[in-house]
């Protein structure tokens, strides 16, 4: 019910909403952008940025600088907002923290998994993952031969344990099969939160379902267009698709269906044009539904 | 006695003195709820935006300050109550007089209590938000403040009702 929460929301969440307020102002500007495109040089950039919020995290570094380096920087200033975020939180607002790290974790268990498998270094690997999706024993991935093994060594202590119950096999690990098993995961981790965020109802309810089913709808084409060509057959592709979204259930038979891009590009404009004509689409949906339209332009171009 | 009991005769017996003193507790009680309940609003918000936007602190404690001052009107109101009580010989207690004044006491207790809670929590939720936009755009504090102001005279209203209701309270003279 609309209206009331504002007599009890600042008990658990006033502090929190002020940081994030905050944080907003600190978010760089169009003139900052224009700034940042006149520069010459990485030091240019780094004097540039020293003038923004991500100054400290950039003034200790020796030039000459590396692009990886600025990156990993500003990276490190998202994941301290976060950590602080996380540590002031309380129930549920804290497992809606952690559920933000879930997608991070399973992108870098993929990464050292299929960087294993290429023989590169654990160190090197451990070095490119993503912060937000570190945990305790991450190392030990390089260890495992098959899903079994992954699960029963490292998985099975992780938030990710409960995903992994559609996609052991106990064949080896090879290319096709990370990739699938990547899909697989994510595509448990987003029913789960999506079932997570309807439990509270009212604001983060009807937010979070219009975020999670573009995600959603998202990579239905992302897994459509790059698997087109490969020896992933229909059914295989239809089970990596999320069960909700704006495209599911017809527009997933529809996307499974489709052998090239161009077939693609206009199924989904077909029914993001259905979707946006339709009564229940939210303005920001809508909106969403313009952004892949670009991106999938640009795949095709 | 051999009559029938009613809750208009329940009601009536109880003493003029049990009413006029839980108006007094309800005056002050529920007044400084209100304030509390104003004030941990506006403190919340104001220390979190305080930390990317330290200038907002002192001007927004201004907010507090008219959260408190709910507060003070419920006290003020309690010791002008209390002064009203007056004690009344035993043959006179259930007179309509009687009832009267302590009736009177209660609702004026009733009046600036509740009055001060919805204005103390009607500054609060202002407050925050004063808080918060301040700390994006100072020119927003005064305006938002002139809101604040139209708030926080709910409960001037309430008080203003409340002595109007106590000045009325006339316990019936003792007889010698």
Redesign the interface.
């Known amino acids: 019910m609309y209206g009331f929460e504002?007599?009890t929301f600042?008990?658990h969440g006033?502090?929190?909403?002020?940081?994030v307020?905050?944080?907003?102002?600190?978010l760089l500007t169009a003139a900052d952008y224009n700034n940042l495109c006149q520069c010459e040089t990485l030091d240019d950039i780094k004097m540039h940025l020293s003038a923004t919020e991500y100054g400290p995290y950039l003034q200790n570094e020796p030039s000459p600088l590396h692009t990886t380096t600025i990156v990993e920087k500003c990276t490190l200033k998202l994941v301290d907002e976060y950590k602080h975020m996380l540590c002031q939180a309380t129930e549920p607002l804290s497992t809606f923290l952690e559920y933000i790290t879930y997608g991070h974790m399973i992108d870098n268990v993929v990464l050292i998994v299929t960087g294993t498998l290429h023989e590169r270094d654990v160190q090197e690997l451990l070095e490119k993952c993503h912060p937000l999706g570190m945990f305790d024993s991450i190392a030990t991935l390089a260890v495992a031969q098959n899903m079994h093994e992954l699960y029963r060594l490292v998985l099975v202590d992780t938030p990710l344990a409960p995903y992994f119950s559609e996609c052991i096999t106990s064949e080896d690990l090879d290319d096709m099969n990370i990739e699938i098993m990547r899909n697989t995961l994510y595509k448990a981790y987003l029913e789960d939160f999506y079932k997570f965020c309807q439990k509270p109802g009212g604001a983060t309810a009807e937010i979070m379902s219009d975020l999670l089913a573009f995600e959603a709808d998202r990579r239905a084409v992302n897994i459509t267009i790059n698997s087109i060509g490969t020896e992933l057959t229909r059914d295989d592709r239809r089970k990596l698709y999320s069960n909700f979204g704006l495209l599911y259930p017809y527009g997933h038979e529809e996307l499974a269906a489709c052998e090239d891009i161009d077939q693609c590009v206009c199924h989904y404009l077909f029914q993001a044009k259905e979707i946006c004509r339709s009564p229940s689409a939210s303005p920001s949906v809508i909106g969403s539904y313009a952004i892949p339209w670009e991106m999938l332009m640009s795949w095709h171009s | 006695m051999g009559e029938s009991s009613s809750w208009s005769r329940a009601l009536v017996q109880i003493s003029p003195y049990t009413f006029a003193s839980i108006g007094i507790a309800i005056s002050i009680g529920v007044s400084v709820l209100g304030a509390a309940w104003g004030i941990y609003i506006t403190g919340s918000s104001l220390i979190g935006a305080a930390i990317k936007a330290p200038r907002i602190t002192s001007k927004n404690l201004i907010s507090v300050i008219f959260c408190e001052a709910v507060a003070i009107y419920g006290v003020i109101v309690a010791i002008i109550l209390q002064t009203k009580l007056e004690s009344v010989s035993d043959s006179q207690l259930y007179a309509p007089e009687s009832l009267r004044a302590g009736y009177a006491i209660f609702a004026s207790g009733i009046i600036v209590g509740f009055a001060n809670l919805f204005c103390g929590l009607c500054v609060g939720i202002i407050g925050s938000s004063c808080a918060l936009s301040d700390a994006q755009n100072s020119t927003l504090f005064v305006k938002i403040l002139v809101i604040e102001i139209f708030g926080s005279a709910l409960g001037l209203f309430g008080v203003i009702v409340g002595i109007i209701m106590s000045s009325q309270a006339t316990w019936p003279a003792k007889t010698a």
């Open positions: 504002a007599l600042n008990i006033g502090y929190l909403e002020a940081i307020r905050g944080h907003r102002s600190g």
